[in-house]
């Protein structure tokens, strides 16, 4: 997959702006510091000025850079984190909703914008974790991130860090050149929960499919009525359930 760079013209003109002020050098220009950090971070269009200030920053993915969003856990020092894996066409705004949820219960947090990458940016962001002090992870994937988190958990040797736990929301059988969820569930073990809407298509047959073929031993299957797809799940009725699955197995310590 190719990747370009986000653009940088609010970052430019923010500096830019910085550099005519003196703001962020001068005490008595009544600009701290911490204003001037929320000036120059990137909202991607959905992010509050204090989410961008404290956790905008970039990730490297296989073949370039593409802008995130990690948050430590409200008491700081967070030990396991959760990788939100974005759906195609989707980004790190789908998960804007629960970040902070997700961080007062106790877990770090990584999101990025793009349309859906591959095991190899769910890789890139467990990596980022784990140099926050991170120690072990949950994969919560939609749609194409969901095929990308399963791969990703069948294959623990090449993973930054443990998996603890899987939650895939609206997961087909495999995306093409990238993932194969279908042959991922057949090696993987990490206790993962399958979710999907009723009226989604063909995706709860696909949800019922991987659990009934998946040899880990702790799996649960999710249905819900309505015919929303990916991340909008969460917001659908399935919060509680991913809530309660990663009390169970990805408890959060930090």
């Known amino acids: 997959m190719k990747r370009s760079a986000l653009p940088a013209i609010g970052l430019t003109a923010a500096a830019l702006l910085l550099a005519a002020t003196g703001c962020g050098s001068d005490p008595a220009s009544g600009t701290s510091a911490g204003t001037a950090a929320a000036a120059a971070a990137e909202d991607f269009g959905c992010l509050t000025p204090e989410q961008a200030a404290a956790g905008s920053v970039r990730l490297a993915v296989p073949g370039g850079e593409v802008g995130a969003y990690y948050r430590d856990s409200d008491a ?20 804007q909703p629960h970040y902070a949820e997700f961080t007062a219960a106790g877990y770090a947090v990584v999101g990025w914008m793009v349309s859906g990458g591959g095991p190899g940016d769910v890789r890139a962001a467990m990596a980022l974790l784990k140099s926050k002090g991170v120690t072990s992870v949950a994969l919560i994937g939609a749609s194409k991130g969901a095929s990308a988190a399963l791969e990703t958990a069948a294959d623990p040797a090449g993973a930054p860090l443990p998996v603890k736990a899987v939650v895939s929301l609206s997961s087909p059988d495999g995306y093409p050149g990238e993932s194969n969820a279908a042959k991922a569930v057949l090696a993987g073990t990490v206790p993962t929960l399958f979710a999907a809407e009723e009226g989604d298509g063909r995706f ?24 929303n797809h990916g991340a909008a ?4 009725g399935a919060l509680p359930d991913v809530r309660a699955f990663l009390a169970a197995h990805a408890p959060a310590r930090g």
Do not use: F, I, M, N
């Open 233 to 236: 799940l969460l917001a659908d």
């Open 76 to 95: 700081g020092k967070a030990t396991v984190g959760l990788v939100l894996a974005p759906q195609a066409g989707g980004s790190l705004c789908d998960w």
């Open 204 to 227: 709860p047959e696909t949800a019922r499919q991987l659990h009934d073929t998946a040899v880990t031993p702790v799996k649960q299957l999710k249905l819900y009525p309505g015919g």
